[in-house]
Every structure is written in C-alpha cells, then in structure tokens.
C-alpha cells in the first residue's frame, strides 16, 4: 500500500478512545505510548533491526497526529499541519529506504569480502605446495644433468644413429613418395630365337609362343614366377633357383628354334635434385666425375623443364657400384653446389591408365587416373572422389586412390616391384 494511500485512510478514520474532542493538541503527545516511542542508539550506526523499530514507531505516531487534527476544525492552518506532517513522512520513508538498501550493500560486500579472502588464502596454500614441488623437481633435474653430462658424450648423428634403422642401400630402392622396395635375386634367363629362325620368330610374342608349345618348365630346376617380353624378339623368364646350363642344353629348346640369350639387365638410373637451370647435361655428368673420380661414366638421360624455377631435377644413369657410392653419400655436388641424389624408377602409363604402351598405339577410350571416369586425367573435375581403375579391374577391394599412386595402389606397385627385377642393382 502506497503512503499516499495510507494517508488517505488515516484523515478518514474516526476518533479512536483515546480522543479528547475539548483537550488540545498538546495534551495528546504528551499521552502517546511508551512502546510507540523510539529511542535512538547512543552510537550514530543503525542496524536493520534498528530501522524496523524507527519505522514503527514514527508510523504510529503519524497515525496519531493524523487523527488528532482530523478532530480539530477544518481550518486553513489544520490542512497545512496535515500537508507537512504527510511531507515529513513522505521524506523518512525515503531516508528509511535509502539506509536499508545501504546496510544490504554493506552486508553483501562483506560477504564477497570473506569469499575473496578465503579464494585468496586457498590460492596461497597452493602456490606454496607449487613452489616445493617445483624445488624438488628442479633439484632432481639438476642431479640428472649432472649425472649425464659425467657420461659419455655422444653427438645428435651418433644418438639418432643408433635408434634409427639404416637404409639398406644395395638390397632395397628408395624412391620419392614410395616404401622401400626389396631386391629380390631372383634368377633371369633370357630366350630368343637361333640365328637360323630370326626369319620366322621376329618378335617376341611368336618366341613366347614357340617356348610355351615346345618346353616344359620343369628342366629348368626351380620355381617360374613370372614370363615377360624382353627386348627385341626375346622372352625373359624369372623365378627362383632357375639353372641356365641345364636349360640352355635342353633338346627340345633347340627344336623349337629358341637358345639361351646372355641376359641384358639395365643399368640403375638416379635422380639428383636442385641442379642450377645454367648446368647442362655434359657439365652435369663432368662434374660428377670431379667430384667422386674413378666412378664409371654417367649417362645423362633426362632434364626435367624448369619453367620459372632456378633449380631442377636430373635423371642419370651409371653403373651399380657408381649406385652404390651415390647413395651412400646421400648427395653430389656439382662445383659449389650440393645436390641430393636418390633412386628412379619410370613406369610407362598410358592415357588409359594403362601400363607398357604409349597412347599412340592405344586403341582404348581416355581413362582418368583420378576418378577412373571416361575422360583424360588433366581434365578431371572431382579429384577428391578417387578411384583406381587399374585396381578395380584386378578385383581388388582397397581401390579408393590414384592411380599414379605409388604408395598405395598395388597393381602400380607391383609394376614397379617387377621394373627392379629387370635393372642391374649388383
């Protein structure tokens, strides 16, 4: 209820027993009750409690003037007495509001005062337990420091040497992108027509065909793996313990037209990375020889485009043992230049993603190596879909790759498993 509203009520109350309609107004304050007074604090502090009394008290007593003048006269002087006693009270509601939200402002800044004393203190205690670990851990650090630095000292290629596994250089090619690929030393024995039947066996298909009709695979003493076409009007036979002799003295291989061939393995060809664009390809092989002399000639086979580049690649061909010093150096130097050196292998792939032809004798539709749709590899649109083609086509479940992916596409490696077995590694 408002103040207003309870003036209003007060002004219109009737005379309570009290009243004395002949007795003055002054009679009547010296009659208010005892428990209607307030008696102030001998401090200037309020409490809450304190308020409530004041408020009761002066309620009451406004209660009583209120009534004492509405029994006097309607006079000009009783409306104004009335409008300032209202006024007064209408001021100590105000006062009694403003000092209540006060102390309650009070109450709670002490409380979050203690809070914060108490977070503060819990704080300390922790950060002083994290200073004696931290003086343990250090001095248990320091111990070990000094302890190692008694022990042997070994250098950061010494450290890494020791857990990291060496490369086999001679038993196994390394090349960009691709896991390590076993040599096998497997046998190879090469056939090829008798002078005297070059005339009817001119390609290597007829000389496989001759091979097939006319010898069985069991006089050459071991297990065949694999039969591919060589150079030239050649078959090439591969597998394990394969005896060239027995074979090659075998009655029914000479009717057939067909005789042991020396085998003709390729030479192993290397790629050196960061060559100046300025080197050409005899400065390049010259300054191989400078820089590793009594190595065996290099044969420059390809120069890759440098395009706005200052560097490129170079792809070289040597011999096993020139292999050998290249790789286990890691790098050559061309004059002021070190450059790094590791194996190459080039797999023939057609635009059909195909292996072992060239698009010009292809008679295949465009095949994508990314996405196998029907369409050349440089104009694919959803690279991020990959499929392999070559992998789908072996039935091979895991073919969500490239095809020119050397890592991870199995027929692709496998073509390159079965390229190592042709080159010459020592």
């Known amino acids: 209820m408002s103040p207003q509203t309870k003036r209003d009520k007060l002004v219109t109350r009737p005379p309570t027993k009290r009243s004395k309609p002949d007795a003055g107004l002054e009679d009547y304050i010296d009659e208010l009750d005892d428990d209607a007074r307030f008696t102030p604090h001998t401090t200037m502090s309020l409490t809450g409690e304190d308020l409530k009394k004041l408020l009761q008290s002066f309620s009451k007593n406004h209660a009583t ?22 006024s007064m009270c ?26 914060l ?37 070994r250098s950061y290629a010494r450290a890494t040497s020791d857990v990291a596994p060496k490369r086999d250089i001679v038993n196994a090619v390394s090349v960009s992108r691709v896991r390590p690929i076993t040599i096998k030393k497997s046998s190879r024995i090469t056939v090829g027509p008798r002078e005297s039947e070059e005339a009817s066996l001119r390609d290597a298909p007829a000389v496989k065909a001759a091979l097939v009709r006319s010898v069985n695979p069991a006089i050459l003493g071991g297990r065949v793996e694999r039969v591919h076409y060589g150079r030239g009007a050649t078959v090439v036979i591969e597998g394990e313990g394969l005896c060239a002799d027995t074979f090659g003295a075998c009655p029914e291989l000479a009717a057939a037209g067909l005789e042991d061939k020396p085998s003709s393995l390729l030479d192993p060809r290397l790629i050196v990375h960061g060559v100046r664009v300025e080197f050409t390809g005899d400065e390049i092989g ?36 020139t292999r050998r010093l290249l790789l286990s150096r890691g790098r050559v130097n061309l004059r002021w230049h070190s450059c790094r050196v590791e194996d190459h292998l080039s797999i023939m792939q057609c635009r059909c993603s195909g292996f072992s032809h060239i698009a010009a004798r292809c008679e295949k539709e465009p095949c994508c190596a990314y996405c196998a749709g029907e369409h050349l590899s440089e104009a694919c649109t959803t690279r991020n ?40 590694y020592g």
């Open 286 to 321: 010259e300054c191989i020889r400078q820089d590793m002399p009594g190595t065996s000639p290099i044969k420059i086979i390809y120069l890759y485009p440098a395009g706005n580049k200052k560097q490129r690649s170079c792809v070289i061909e040597t011999s096993a043992e």
């Open 65 to 86: 003037l209120l009534s004492m003048i509405a029994i006097e006269r309607s006079t000009e002087k009783n409306k104004k007495i009335q409008a300032a006693v209202n």
């Open 385 to 424: 879909q990959l499929k392999c083609i070559n992998c789908v086509r072996a039935g091979l479940s895991d073919y969500s790759h490239s095809a020119k992916d050397k890592d991870r596409c199995a027929v692709l490696r496998q073509r390159i498993e079965q390229k190592t077995n042709t080159i010459n």
């Open 117 to 153: 004393t108490a977070t503060c203190n819990n704080i300390n205690e922790a950060t002083s337990e994290l200073k004696t670990e931290a003086a343990k851990t250090q001095s248990a650090k320091s111990s070990a420091k000094s302890t190692c630095c008694r022990s042997s000292q």
């Open 90 to 115: 209408d001021g100590f509601f105000s006062v009694v509001c403003a000092y209540t939200a006060k102390l309650a402002y009070f109450d709670l800044a002490n409380d979050c005062k203690e809070a």
